[in-house]
């Protein structure tokens, strides 16, 4: 078995275990993990300028909790694809809409996918860490338009408790972390994204507002620490990554 195939192996056992209770795995449940899914979304509407009439590819669409707030939040046509059919199957159910379509299929080989590229948008959501990043990037530049934009968001492996999760082994089964999920360094993986030839790539830590915050402190936790995300060398430290590149035209 290769890497490539062994890691996607690993990924549909983790989607199997994922699919048992997913959101309270993920930290959706909680007001916070809510509060961060509508950042991320906002984001990427902001930095992909979504809107209706776009068509965009969601990669990792997972149970579709992302795709429901784009849907709701942008008006765009939605290709939701994950390379586990049970997280699949759970999307389905979530989100029924005749402008989304989900997929069963490898991201990292989108011919696979059965479905027209050439996307206004590549978005993805704390997924790029569980590909082969050297696999990846290609991939996604594939399916883009000239033009089009990727953007996602992805742990930072700056911050503490990100770095010792994702590089201890026994606290990442804790965790209920896949084996091979990692983090990024923004300086290494611009350089990466460049090297494959994205261009205006841009990577900015963000996030210091931890899903398990109890429901009574989120919203006013969650104004307090965005304040701490303008601070030059603080920031450098939180929890994500909001990542941006365009194909060239």
Request: aromatic share 6%; proline share 6%.
């Amino acid at each position: 078995m290769t890497e490539v195939s062994e890691r996607l192996e690993n990924e549909r056992k983790h989607g199997v275990f994922l699919s048992q209770n997913p959101e309270a795995i993920w930290g959706h449940a909680s007001l916070a993990g809510r509060l961060r899914v509508q950042r991320r979304v906002d984001l990427f509407k902001d930095l992909a300028d979504l809107r209706p009439g776009k068509r965009i590819c969601e990669i990792g669409c997972g149970t579709g909790v992302f795709t429901k707030e784009l849907l709701s939040r942008t008006g765009v046509t939605i290709v939701g694809v994950d390379v586990s059919p049970e997280l699949t199957k759970l999307a389905e159910g979530h989100v029924k809409d005749p402008r989304v379509t989900f997929i069963v299929g490898d991201c990292m080989d989108p011919e696979t996918m059965n479905a027209p590229l050439e996307f206004d948008a590549v978005v993805t959501n704390s997924v790029l860490h569980h590909l082969d990043v050297p696999k990846a990037l290609p991939a996604i530049l594939k399916m883009l338009k000239p033009g089009g934009v990727f953007v996602c968001s992805e742990p930072n492996m700056m911050n503490p408790q990100i770095a010792v999760q994702k590089n201890v082994s026994f606290v990442k089964r804790w965790a209920g972390d896949s084996p091979d999920e990692t983090a990024f360094f923004r300086c290494k993986l611009a350089k990466q994204m460049t090297t494959e030839g994205f261009v205006d790539v841009k990577i900015e830590p963000f996030d210091f507002l931890h899903p398990r915050v109890p429901d009574a402190w989120a919203e006013g936790l969650d104004g307090m620490l965005r304040r701490l995300e303008k601070i030059l060398l603080i920031k450098e430290i939180s929890g994500s990554l909001i990542i941006f590149g365009r194909k060239s035209l």
